[in-house]
């Protein structure tokens, strides 16, 4: 079973759109940590946020915000009022406190949602 | 200046050649990752390495080797180059192998094996 399920594979929104890209995980851990990177065409993979699982406190930065859920193992990421320098491949990512091996202390990445922003 | 950079950007060879993708970061971290980037655009771990300690994904094959002359380099071996291993490489590098770290990537090695 995926760790970081990201349902939409792509979303196309009209420039100045609020848009919301889901993000589930699944750990057995009490501890742990989530991200959000950015992947715009250019093809650098940009840090966006790190998120503990003991704040559950929403973050707003400008236009981006994010709202932490452990109730459903969510979170979700929001451009409000889209533009087109959004469009890019956005990703979920996990992190576990639990060392199991080889490859421990990795992040563990959804598939990606990729963004396209319509002027 | 550029935290992580990697070098070079593309790289196109021939099957069952030799080739290296070079990796420095100015963090000053202490650990540095390769992960593959497959068609799909799926980002797995290759290889953690940390204060001479290396953690191999079982799935990686030999084929592919870190070296690290320090810990502010991680550079990456393939020998006998396969169709299968053209991907995007990417180094990143973390203050330490804890999952507290947020680990930052270089801008990522386009890899075509023709």
């Known amino acids: 079973a995926q760790k970081v399920t990201q349902a939409q594979t792509e979303i196309s929104v009209v420039e100045k759109e609020d848009v919301t890209l889901d993000c589930v995980y699944e750990?057995?851990?009490?501890?742990?940590?989530l991200f959000w990177y950015k992947q715009p065409p250019s093809g650098e993979l940009v840090f966006l946020i790190r998120r503990n699982s003991f704040d559950e406190q929403n973050e707003i930065s400008g236009r981006y915000s994010w709202n932490f859920q452990k109730s459903t193992s969510s979170f979700n990421f929001t451009i409000t009022a889209s533009q087109v320098v959004d469009s890019a491949v956005y990703f979920c990512a996990l992190s576990e406190s639990a060392y199991s091996g080889a490859g421990s202390y990795q992040l563990t990445f959804g598939k990606g949602t990729k963004l396209s922003v319509i002027p | 200046d550029t935290a992580v950079s990697q070098t070079p950007k593309y790289l196109v060879t021939q099957m069952g050649n030799d080739k290296s993708i070079k990796c420095e970061q100015n963090?000053?971290?202490?650990?540095m990752y390769w992960y593959k980037q497959d068609s799909k655009k799926f980002l797995k771990i290759m290889f953690s390495y940390n204060n001479k300690e290396l953690i191999i994904n079982e799935t990686v094959p030999n084929r592919f080797s870190p070296k690290s002359p320090d810990k502010a380099h991680l550079n990456l071996h393939i020998n006998s180059l396969e169709l299968g291993d053209s991907a995007v490489y990417f180094c990143?590098?973390?203050?330490?192998?804890?999952?507290?770290?947020?680990?930052?990537f270089g801008p990522g090695t386009r890899l075509t094996v023709l």
């Open positions: 990143a590098s973390s203050q330490d192998r804890v999952y507290t770290d947020t680990q930052y």
């Open positions: 963090l000053g971290h202490d650990t």
């Open positions: 750990t057995r851990d009490t501890t742990y940590y």
